[in-house]
């Protein structure tokens, strides 16, 4: 392990880590020597996640945490730091998109269950943590956006812009907290193979498109958004923040 890059004493809590970028962020960060806790909306498959950090020498521990309900994401903080002592690393990654069509033409439903998954959860854990953080001297909060916070997606118009809105909560929170020693940035991964953008990326028309634009030839697996994400939870970023690192093969190069 490069020195910089060593999360041993770190805790960590990644939220969405059941599976897809979460779930390969999680995994990073409990190589790199954190005790990581992971959350998502229900406990089965976190619980296979722990299981397989701890078979590999990890430590975590699974809470199930609805990420659109202020209680439960506060009690997960408390229940983090009672299981280990402490916070240091904050990985925003729960997300819903539960409309995929004209943006007009979304119920006021989806709308508000988007705006409270995507940016209030965000709003409501950061909330919970930040006092940890402070208290163990400074920190790290990952915030997982997405390329269509910085231009729409197609037929993604709720969803684009509550990652719009997660990025400049980013910069707004790095402002706030540098004076505490807490780093925060955001992560703007293009189109990834996870359940969660399975309604495109099984769209042959659609992923053919993206790949044909794509420099790399592909499209994205969890383990590419990983890498980032140690890289901003670890000491080596400590003069990193308010940023926003796009992740996405290259798709977004203007290209004639």
Do not use: C
């Amino acid at each position: 392990m490069i020195v910089g890059f060593d999360l041993t004493g770190r805790v960590a809590l990644v939220t969405g880590a059941s599976r897809g970028i979460g779930q390969a962020i999680a995994e990073r960060l409990a190589e790199a020597g954190a005790r990581v806790v992971i959350s998502s909306r229900k406990l089965e498959g976190l619980e296979a996640v722990a299981e397989g950090i701890r078979v590999r020498g990890g430590e975590a521990l699974a809470v199930a945490a609805h990420n659109g309900d202020k209680a439960a994401l506060y009690r997960l903080a408390e229940q983090a730091v009672e299981a280990f002592g402490r916070i240091d690393i904050l990985v925003n990654n729960a997300a819903t998109n539960p409309h995929f069509g004209p943006l007009l033409e979304a119920e006021d439903s989806l709308w508000q269950k988007t705006i409270e998954v995507n940016i209030m959860g965000a709003v409501w854990l950061t909330q919970a943590v930040v006092p940890h953080l402070r208290a163990a001297g400074g920190g790290k909060i990952i915030n997982v956006a997405s390329i269509n916070g910085l231009r729409p997606g197609r037929l993604q118009g709720i969803y684009s812009m509550t990652k719009a809105a997660l990025i400049n909560l980013t910069q707004t929170l790095a402002m706030e907290l540098g004076v505490d020693n807490i780093q925060v940035n955001a992560i703007a991964p293009g189109l990834v193979r996870t359940k969660f953008a399975r309604v495109i990326w099984e769209n042959e028309e659609i992923a053919r498109q993206i790949v044909e634009r794509t420099p790399v030839g592909r499209i994205g697996e969890p383990e590419d958004i990983a890498g980032i994400a140690l890289y901003l939870a670890s000491p080596a970023s400590a003069y990193t923040t308010g940023q926003v690192f796009v992740i996405d093969g290259g798709s977004s190069i203007p290209m004639l």
